[in-house]
T-cell receptor, first 112, second 113 residues
Framework: DAKTTQPTSMDCAEGRAANLPCNHS???????VYWYRQIHSQGPQYIIH???NNETNEMASLIITEDRKSSTLILPHATLRDTAVYYC?????????????FGKGTKLSVKP | DARVTQTPRDKVTEMGQEVTMRCQPI?????VFWYRQTMMQGLELLAY????????DSGMPKDRFSAEMPDATLATLKIQPSEPRDSAVYFC???????????FGPGTRLTVL
């Protein structure tokens, strides 16, 4: 079973920030939070990951609460191309624990 | 722009036929994953290779599925005999052992009639 809980769907207006929440209350100390997304008819795409500090890259920002039991993925200026299913995944970093366990994800619809 | 490639992109076959799906991981990557995606089950890991050796294939039905890496540039997933319940999109992904990122291919859409 996936270790994360996400809303089934969300809407966001084009140009606005999209804030996608994820609960992971049973996360272990050595587990990271990863975000992937899957645009329709494509393979999943890595977005960002973090352990306990907030992270930012060219795609998004990741805010992790101090107790690490939840996090939020932020797309600062959503575009129509950001419409996708977003998956929040917790796992130990590196290849020794290789597989990603995908839950249902959040279907984000960016509207004009 | 390095990408994972998969062939064929679409495959329609009849029940009982053998199906072979191929994946070319990104050059230099030493981990390869096979996932299956259906509406009912979502994305599931089937098999995982590191340095061409199978590390985990517990998600794969052993009686009909087999996964191999004949060399570092080719991974194969074979179904024999295929059944209608095998209809799904099969994704291959590759990465580096020490990396946090898996790169997914475009998938093979399999339909078994």
């Amino acid at each position: 079973d996936a270790k994360t809980t996400q809303p089934t769907s969300m809407d966001c207006a084009e140009g606005r920030a999209a804030n996608l929440p994820c609960n992971h209350s049973t996360i272990s100390g050595n587990e990271y939070v990863y975000w992937y997304r899957q645009i329709h008819s494509q393979g999943p795409q890595y977005i960002i990951h973090g352990l306990k500090n907030n992270e930012t890259n060219e795609m998004a920002s990741l805010i992790i609460t101090e107790d690490r039991k939840s996090s939020t993925l932020i797309l600062p200026h959503a575009t129509l191309r950001d419409t996708a299913v977003y998956y929040c995944i917790v796992r130990v970093a590196g290849g020794s624990q290789g597989n990603l366990i995908f839950g249902k994800g959040t279907k984000l619809s960016v509207k004009p | 722009d390095a990408r994972v490639t998969q062939t064929p992109r679409d495959k329609v076959t009849e029940m009982g036929q053998e199906v072979t799906m191929r994946c070319q991981p990104i050059l230099g990557h030493n981990t390869v994953f096979w996932y299956r995606q259906t509406m009912m089950q979502g994305l599931e890991l089937l098999a995982y290779f590191r340095n061409r050796a199978p590390l985990d294939d517990s998600g794969m039905p052993k009686d009909r599925f087999s996964a191999e890496m004949p060399d570092a540039t080719l991974a194969t997933l074979k179904i024999q005999p295929s059944e209608p319940r095998d209809s799904a999109v099969y994704f291959c992904a590759s990465g580096l052992v020490a990396s946090n990122e898996q790169f997914f291919g475009p998938g093979t859409r399999l339909t078994v009639l």
